[in-house]
């Protein structure tokens, strides 16, 4: 059965040309990278390099400044945990991904001080909020810079400069944005975190980026055992990943970001399609400040999970996959006004770089009558 997939925030697949790059560290260059030694470990650290080059070119960073991790789950934890004291203060959003506000929960219950911010009904939260909400005590402001259910751009360089004049350090969930929209460290944040596998590399790396700066930012590491990465991460270096982490990032850097407005019409196609067969559909999200593959869609009085369940031929999502356990509806679509029938009514697409017209024709018409046949049955019921 053909199947169309849709789901790029939760997960991208890899890039044939990313596996063939990871390949010869399976079998043939399979040294460990902290051996220096023998030439095993040397050509094991020297594709490690080459690969923390690569990762930072994406962000414009230097490749110092980058500590590989398994992935962005874990440069959060390091990066909040990291920093966080007892009776110090942390300031987010409420519309932030579960890895930061778990974390900042947890914080909050071992003595922290969080402000959580609201957002406006695109998810934009006002600078002004931020400013407003640091205090003496605040040691970090944390907020993504691209929303993974609707895909709204926060104006992170707006936030990274109040934050530096107020002596505070920022840290931004990448993850969604990096090999999407251009990133620059310098001008954006202190902290980034990023992971590979939502541009088309491997599951199980990330990086955490630490902006080199006076003062130097000073991280507790969350993990010890053999001072790797820094010492600021400890563990063998998981070295075929960590290749195709770099291989991915140099792919997203020259094709990736300049490929979006494509990806763009693509998406502005499907929404055009959706809109002229499909009655009671609202768009989620910026109307303009948003991700090119990114759509929310709302569709009135269709469940969300009764129409993906009569569409099995297109694989979309009604929100995070960290959160797909959770019989709640999204917090990011209640937080921006939504009401709980709506929340879960509600649709996300997440378009790539592999997805054709075809695609889009087809996902287009499927859902179409996904949602004509739920309305259909509801009225019967009714």
Same mark, same amino acid.
């Given at each position: 059965?053909?199947?169309?997939?849709?789901?790029?925030?939760?997960?991208?697949?890899?890039?044939?040309?990313?596996?063939?790059?990871?390949?010869?560290?399976?079998?043939?260059?399979?040294?460990?990278?902290? *051996?220096?030694?023998?030439?095993?470990?040397?050509?094991? @650290?020297?594709?490690?390099?080459?690969?923390?080059?690569?990762?930072?070119?994406?962000?414009?960073?230097?490749? @110092? @400044?980058?500590?590989?991790?398994?992935?962005?789950? /874990?440069?959060?934890?390091?990066?909040?945990?990291?920093?966080?004291?007892?009776?110090?203060?942390?300031?987010?959003?409420?519309?932030?991904?579960?890895?930061?506000?778990?974390?900042?929960?947890?914080?909050?219950? /071992?003595?922290?001080?969080?402000?959580?911010?609201?957002?406006?009904?695109?998810?934009?939260?006002?600078?002004?909020? %931020?400013?407003? #909400?640091?205090?003496?005590?605040?040691?970090?402001?944390?907020?993504?810079?691209?929303?993974?259910?609707?895909?709204?751009?926060?104006?992170?360089?707006? %936030? #990274?400069?109040?934050?530096?004049?107020?002596?505070?350090?920022?840290? *931004?969930?990448?993850?969604?944005?990096?090999?999407?929209?251009?990133?620059?460290? /310098?001008?954006?944040?202190?902290?980034?975190?990023?992971?590979?596998?939502?541009?088309?590399?491997?599951?199980?790396?990330?990086? $955490?980026?630490?902006?080199?700066?006076?003062?130097?930012?000073? $991280?507790?590491?969350?993990?010890?055992?053999?001072?790797?990465?820094?010492?600021?991460?400890?563990?063998?270096?998981?070295?075929?990943? %960590?290749?195709?982490?770099?291989?991915? #990032?140099?792919?997203?850097?020259?094709?990736?970001?300049?490929?979006?407005?494509?990806?763009?019409?693509?998406?502005?196609?499907?929404?055009?399609?959706?809109?002229?067969?499909?009655?009671?559909?609202?768009?989620?999200?910026?109307?303009?400040?948003?991700?090119?593959?990114?759509?929310?869609?709302?569709?009135?009085? #269709?469940?969300?999970?009764?129409?993906?369940?009569?569409?099995?031929?297109?694989?979309?999502?009604?929100? *995070?996959?960290?959160?797909?356990?959770?019989?709640?509806?999204?917090?990011?679509?209640?937080?921006?006004?939504?009401?709980?029938?709506?929340?879960?009514?509600?649709?996300?697409?997440?378009?790539?770089?592999?997805?054709?017209?075809?695609?889009?024709?087809?996902?287009?018409?499927?859902?179409? /009558?996904?949602?004509?046949?739920?309305?259909?049955?509801?009225?019967?019921?009714?």
């Amino acid at each position: 059965m053909r199947i169309v997939y849709l789901d790029n925030h939760a997960t991208t697949p890899l890039d044939p040309r990313v596996l063939d790059a990871m390949l010869p560290y399976f079998t043939q260059i399979f040294g460990n990278a902290a *051996s220096r030694q023998h030439e095993f470990g040397w050509r094991a @650290e020297a594709a490690v390099e080459r690969a923390r080059r690569q990762v930072a070119a994406l962000v414009g960073a230097s490749p @110092e @400044e980058v500590i590989f991790t398994s992935g962005a789950t /874990e440069s959060i934890n390091l990066a909040l945990r990291g920093i966080a004291r007892r009776g110090s203060h942390i300031v987010t959003v409420a519309t932030e991904h579960h890895a930061v506000l778990d974390t900042a929960g947890a914080l909050e219950r /071992e003595g922290c001080q969080v402000t959580l911010l609201p957002v406006d009904q695109y998810g934009m939260v006002d600078p002004d909020d %931020i400013s407003k #909400a640091i205090r003496p005590e605040t040691v970090l402001v944390t907020v993504m810079a691209a929303n993974n259910e609707i895909g709204t751009l926060a104006p992170i360089r707006e %936030i #990274a400069v109040l934050c530096r004049d107020r002596g505070v350090i920022f840290h *931004s969930d990448a993850t969604q944005a990096a090999g999407r929209i251009p990133l620059q460290l /310098e001008e954006m944040a202190d902290l980034l975190s990023l992971s590979a596998h939502k541009m088309h590399g491997p599951k199980g790396i990330g990086a $955490l980026i630490i902006r080199r700066r006076k003062p130097p930012i000073e $991280l507790i590491p969350q993990i010890t055992g053999g001072g790797h990465e820094r010492g600021l991460r400890s563990g063998t270096p998981n070295v075929p990943a %960590i290749v195709g982490f770099g291989a991915a #990032a140099e792919i997203a850097l020259k094709e990736g970001i300049p490929g979006q407005s494509a990806i763009a019409n693509r998406r502005d196609r499907l929404v055009g399609m959706l809109r002229e067969k499909i009655d009671g559909l609202t768009i989620n999200g910026h109307p303009e400040q948003r991700l090119a593959n990114n759509a929310s869609v709302t569709f009135e009085h #269709a469940s969300a999970g009764a129409v993906m369940m009569a569409m099995k031929d297109v694989a979309v999502s009604a929100g *995070s996959a960290c959160s797909s356990a959770s019989s709640e509806p999204s917090h990011v679509l209640r937080e921006i006004g939504l009401s709980r029938e709506a929340a879960e009514s509600t649709i996300r697409f997440g378009l790539s770089r592999f997805t054709t017209d075809e695609e889009i024709a087809f996902a287009a018409e499927r859902v179409t /009558e996904a949602v004509r046949e739920v309305r259909s049955r509801a009225l019967a019921h009714a």
